[in-house]
């Protein structure tokens, strides 16, 4: 998937509670699959839209208007309101955008910590380094992410960052915690592993199955802005720019 929206959160939503659930059958499920070659950025004044590859290059919205790599272009005026309404509906997408990413990061930490509870061997100092992971986390999304700033790069990286960063730590424990159920026969510990998928699906699925729900509202949103993009007359050599496309998907079976 090419996504450089932030809309691609569906599935880095479902991307995270992999991670964090490897051993239970939990995962956040929408509707769509949203693809883009661009990565978004929004400001006080402008909707910017960039890419390394293909062209063209930078567009940006601002109020109905548009500048496309080195110009203003003229618009129809029925393009003019077209760009305005995609500046606009996109604006009112981020924040559920924005939620959808760090809950499910969120999601992701409340899943490892339930794992760490049966079998690490110090799941309270394992559960103290993820709350602090958790906490860094949020306070770095809140200083890049506003309602008049957003980047879903910064969003995307920020949430890969934190579970990149504390992934090693708590498979760490993991594994040393397994390791030693074997060494000394704890049959315990294995007893309360047959139980995991349960235990780990109970704390975290409802929250999945929530956020999966917005995530289908943001598909909503996702093909209105679709639409006003394949509804534009504006050519770039020739070419429809091509915004965004979002396809419907098959819900996967609980």
């Not at 899943?111 to 799941?123: D, I, M, Q, S, T």
Request: net charge neutral.
């Amino acid at each position: 998937m090419r996504a450089r929206l932030p809309l691609r959160l569906t599935a880095l939503a479902a991307m995270t509670l992999a991670c964090g659930a490897a051993f239970a059958d939990v995962h956040v499920d929408a509707n769509c699959e949203i693809d883009s070659p661009f990565e978004l950025t929004l400001n006080e004044r402008s909707l910017i839209l960039t890419r390394k590859d293909g062209a063209p290059k930078a567009i940006v919205m601002r109020q109905g208007r548009m500048f496309v790599d080195d110009r203003w272009v003229q618009l129809s005026s029925a393009d003019t309101v077209r760009i305005a309404e995609f500046e606009r509906g996109t604006r009112a997408a981020m924040p559920e955008a924005q939620h959808i990413g760090r809950e499910a990061a969120d999601i992701a930490f409340t899943a490892l910590g339930e794992v760490a509870a049966v079998l690490g061997n110090h799941p309270d100092r394992t559960r103290a380094h993820l709350d602090r992971a958790r906490k860094q986390l949020d306070n770095r999304l809140s200083n890049v992410i506003t309602p008049t700033r957003f980047s879903g790069k910064a969003l995307g990286d920020g949430i890969a960052d934190a579970l990149g960063e504390t992934l090693p730590t708590v498979i760490g424990e993991l594994v040393g915690g397994t390791v030693t159920a074997a060494l000394s026969g704890d049959t315990d510990k294995f007893k309360r592993m047959d139980k995991l998928d349960a235990q780990v699906e109970a704390a975290v699925q409802p929250r999945a199955d929530a956020l999966g729900r917005r995530a289908d509202g943001l598909c909503r949103r996702m093909r209105e802005l679709d639409a006003l993009d394949n509804a534009l007359s504006y050519r770039f050599d020739g070419e429809p720019l091509g915004l965004l496309k979002v396809e419907a998907k098959e819900k996967q079976a609980k």
